[in-house]
Every structure is written in structure tokens, then in C-alpha cells.
């Protein structure tokens, strides 16, 4: 193990013991090292506790029980290595352990994907309600699906009804493909190289869903090291963020169906968006578990502005 840290590894491992020891020496490490929280955990105590655990092959509610366990040589290893990763190359821990969670499902992750972290699993959740009769939702296009988390997520929470899938990038589709397997939903969710709208002429969906590039010049100028490690296809979208969103708001009225809608993510570029187009009701849809910048427009109001 290459010490990138200047840190006698082999004292320190000499000296740690039980489960607890080393969740709480890589917290330490971690606020040290002043990294960034943001893809799964928001502090270091969590973030250390998820990574020993992972290595450990435990799972996160494991029994407060175990915490006193002590590891044997090779786990310490193991542990200390995956802890060090974490803190000398600042990359998000889900790209360490190639898992990432979303709408309570595990997923396949690396760098050709954004780590999943969307408000909108919430709202697949809840079947999209209020705003649509889930038994009347057939067809659901997540546009910029990414790592498939989305797409995955709805056929989930509608069952039987069509999901498709579709991105520019070939990289992430095949990670998109490797999650259709792994939840073993290959007959409902197709994925879809496609830019925008480009692949999809003469499809119509009851719902689109998207959590497209929204990061603006300025933000991406100020973003840590563990965002810098995602594909920048994934985040950046010009100089007021809206360099996708644009072309989307002109083009989903011609793949809704009647009674369709349209919810897509914009984050911080949402006072963008409200500025360039102060005249559409874009109605902002809240979240009980946090997160913001998610709008929802109906395809009367596409067809009436756009």
C-alpha cells in the first residue's frame, strides 16, 4: 500500500483493533484531509463507517454489537487501504466500493456515471402523485438516464409499464445496461443512445423524467475534487446552466401524451431558468427528505409556452 499521506501505516494499523477503531481514525483522517461529503454521506463519521463496513462485507444496520469486533491482519489491510484511497485521491466513496444507493436500491457505479443523489427518488416513490393515475402510466422516458438510476427506479414503482432509458453517452449507457441486468429488468426498461430527443422521433411517453446537466461556469469553476472525479458531461451546462434544459423545454411537447408530464432537475440553475422565462408557471415541487430545484410542467403548459 503506497502511503500518499506521510503516515507510518504499519503503526497505525498496529495500534487499531476493532471496527470502531478504524471507523473513527479514518473520520479523523477524512476532516484532516478536509474532504468533501456529498455522494451518499454528509460527514466523515458516516463516510468511514460505510467504507469499513463495505470492505468488511457487513451491512450498514449491522448491530451496534458488532462495532467491538476486532479485525484479523488481512482486514486491517484491506480497510486501511480503501480508507487511504479515499483521503489521498479524493474521488466519492461510491466509486471505491463500484455501489451506490437510490430510491432504496443498489446500483453499479464508476467514473462513466454521476453517483446518484436526485430529490426525484422521492417522487418515483410516490408514483409521480398527484399528478398522474399510476394505473394509467404506460410509457416513461428518464432522459439523460446516466447510471440507469432513474429509469430502474420507475420500473420499480410502476410495474409492467415501459421505461425507456436514453443518454448521449455510450459510456454510461453501457453502465446503464449493467444495472438493467443486475435488477434483472431487461424486458421493461430499453436502454437508448440518444441526444435529446435525436433517437426518439415518433415515441411518446406519459411522463418524462430528467436529472440532466445543470452546473453553471461559475459553479463548476468552485466544485471540490470529489464532483472534478464525475464525468463532466454529467454536470457541466454552460454559462447560465440551461444549455440543455433550453432544448428539452422546446421539444418534450412532441413526446407527451395527452394529460403527459414533464419533470426535470436544474438545482442551483433554477433562478436561471425562472429569469429567462418569467412568464411559464413552472410549478417547484418540494421534498420531505431535502433537496431543491425540480420542476414540473404539464403538456398543456409546454404546448401554451414553448
Known sequence: MKDYLNIDIISVINRLETINDFIRWGASLFNQQKLYFGHGTDNAIDEAAYLVLHTLSLPND???????????????????????????????????????????????????????????????????????????????????????????????AFPYVEVDAADISSDALEVTKKNIAKHKLQQYVSPIESDLFSNLQGKSYDIIVSNPPYVDREDMDDLPLEFLAEPRIGLAAGQNGLDLVIPMLEQAKQHLNDNGILIVEVGNSDMALQESYSEVPFYWLEFENGGHGVFLLTKEQLEEHF
Not at 484491506?78 to 436500491?105: C, D, H, Q
Request: proline fraction near 5%; include cysteine.
Open 62 to 156: 449491522i448491530n451496534a454489537s458488532f462495532f467491538s469486533s476486532r479485525l484479523l491482519d488481512e482486514e486491517k489491510q484491506e480497510v486501511m487501504e480503501i480508507i487511504f484511497e479515499r483521503a489521498s485521491k479524493k474521488i466519492p466513496a461510491a466509486y471505491l466500493t463500484n455501489e451506490s444507493w437510490f430510491a432504496g436500491l443498489p446500483f453499479y457505479v464508476d467514473q462513466r456515471v454521476l453517483v446518484p443523489r436526485s430529490p426525484i427518488a422521492e417522487l418515483i416513490k410516490q408514483q409521480f402523485s398527484p399528478w398522474v393515475d399510476a394505473e394509467q402510466v404506460h410509457n416513461i422516458l428518464d432522459l439523460c438516464t446516466g447510471s440507469g438510476c432513474i429509469a430502474i427506479a420507475c420500473a420499480y
